[in-house]
T-cell receptor, first 115, second 113 residues
């Protein structure tokens, strides 16, 4: 079955280190998204991509970057991890733009702790 | 697993009762609304959506009501089951500009036997 997978599921790192969270989907969806989820804030959009070589900033993009070299993957990089980036990160994908459907398919999440 | 929302508003219902989860949205320009369900340790899952040209939409055991006058959205779950226990998020899409899906903070639904 097609799916979306995130790795690692749990990671502990130190302040200042670079961290990359992987996201891989096998649906061949053009659209991919990264959200972070914190208590009291719901899910907030970090970055999104509407196709290969396309990346866009979301509402909380500072300190994060993404790259889209193929359809299947959208890795999220924290250039220099900060304690404020301790969170649960969710990757999602969709086969249509948000104007057509708000149905995103989410991964299981990656819990990142920055000490 | 991944669990968040320990301090979310909680709606407690008895198994078999109907549940109503409410959501207020902020932007009058939003024209598309979605409800998501998030079970403990999992990612959010799409439930149902509604566009602003409608005021009601029904799915299997779920109904979404939209009141644009007061910018209010509700999710009704009929005959609530233990498997409905989860955190429920409403989300809105702003038309114009680049379409962006904005999530609310969520409501926890606890179903008791």
């Amino acid at each position: 079955d097609a799916e979306i997978t995130q790795s690692p599921r749990h990671k502990i790192t130190e302040t200042g280190r670079q961290v990359t969270l992987a996201c891989h989907q096998t649906w061949n969806h053009n659209n991919m998204f990264w959200y972070r989820q914190d208590l009291g804030h719901g899910l907030r959009l970090i970055h999104y991509s509407y196709g290969v070589q396309d990346t866009n900033k979301g509402e909380v993009s500072d300190g994060y970057s993404v790259s889209r070299s193929n359809t299947e993957d959208l890795p999220l990089t924290l250039e220099s991890a900060a304690s404020s980036q301790t969170s649960v990160y969710f990757c999602a994908s969709s086969d249509q733009g948000l104007a057509n459907t708000g149905e995103l398919f989410f991964g299981e999440g990656s819990r990142l702790t920055v000490l | 697993g991944e669990s968040v929302g320990l301090h979310l508003p909680t709606l407690s219902v008895q198994e078999g009762d109907n549940s109503i989860i409410n959501c207020a949205y902020s932007n009058s320009a939003s024209d598309y609304f979605i409800w998501y369900k998030q079970e403990s340790g999992k990612g959010p899952q799409f439930i149902i959506d509604i566009r602003s040209n409608m005021d009601k939409r029904q799915g299997q055991r779920v109904t979404v009501l939209l009141n644009k006058t007061v910018k209010h959205l509700s999710l009704q779950i009929a005959a609530t089951q233990p498997g409905d226990s989860a955190v429920y998020f409403c989300a809105e899409i702003f038309s114009g500009g680049y379409n962006k899906l904005i999530f609310g903070a969520g409501t926890r639904l606890a179903v008791h036997p």
